[in-house]
């Protein structure tokens, strides 16, 4: 049998992601339904085998049901809600929060903020702490073993600068790290989606900043450059 040929399909993002949207909404709901059926059959049972198993069950549901709802959130227009914020506060906000998200990882480190007195950023506080994560989460995922990860903040010009160093002892990305997160959905593994960088650049884009990664000198730099106030 002669195969259908084969043609390339421009799809606009919008309508990829109301089809995520739409898909991960149906699986969740399939999922609930497992969820109160599980725990329906574990009312009726007495076996404690049996009731163990079933909460590895709905703990596994539960688990897909995450991932799915936060693939969905990924796929959400993006709200921003910016208020002026002192440097100083907000570094500390952003650490207390990152080194929670990341308790379990050894080896990430804190340097002093360098603010001059009085000096605020106007940013949406949960978008630059979720962005910055994403950051954190791609930094920790493919780290090489016993590498630390420094994290600082200063201001450069008229910016606040927020920025990751980590050092590389072998590096050859088969792109250049000043094209990372440019467009959506460009590289994919098992639970990664390609959407990582590019939402942390929507973020930035709406702050009216920029996203900056370099690799010199064996250390691969991401930064997270926000405007000053005024």
Avoid at 23 to 34: C, F, K, P, Q, Y
Avoid at 168 to 194: D, H, I
Avoid at 202 to 221: K, P, T, Y
Wanted: proline residues 7%; hydrophobic residues 40%.
């Amino acid at each position: 049998m002669d195969s259908l040929p084969t043609t390339e399909v421009s799809i606009p993002y919008s309508r990829v992601a109301k089809l995520v949207r739409q898909i991960t909404h149906d699986v969740r709901n399939g999922l609930s339904a497992i969820d109160l059926h599980a725990a329906f059959i574990s009312e009726l049972v007495t076996d404690p085998e049996v009731l163990e198993e079933l909460g590895k069950l709905r703990e596994m549901v539960t688990s897909n049901a995450t991932m799915l709802r936060e693939l969905s959130q990924a796929f959400q227009p993006m709200s921003l809600h910016p208020i002026p914020w002192p440097l100083e506060t907000l570094y500390g906000e952003l650490e207390q929060r990152i080194r929670a998200r990341f308790a379990d990882e050894p080896g990430i480190r804190f340097l002093p903020g360098s603010f001059g007195p009085g000096v605020e950023v106007p940013v949406d506080l949960e978008q630059v702490i979720r962005a910055f994560g994403r950051v954190m989460e791609n930094a920790v995922l493919f780290r090489g073993d016993g590498v630390e990860l420094e994290v600082s903040a200063f201001v450069e010009g008229a910016e606040w600068v927020l920025q990751l160093r980590e050092p590389k002892t072998a590096f050859s990305p088969e792109q250049s790290p000043e094209t990372w997160g440019v467009e959506p959905l460009v590289s994919t593994r098992p639970g990664g989606y390609g959407l990582g960088l590019w939402l942390v650049r929507q973020c930035l884009l709406g702050h009216q900043g920029s996203l900056r990664i370099r690799f010199e000198n064996g250390v691969l730099c991401h930064q997270l450059r926000f405007p000053l106030a005024g």
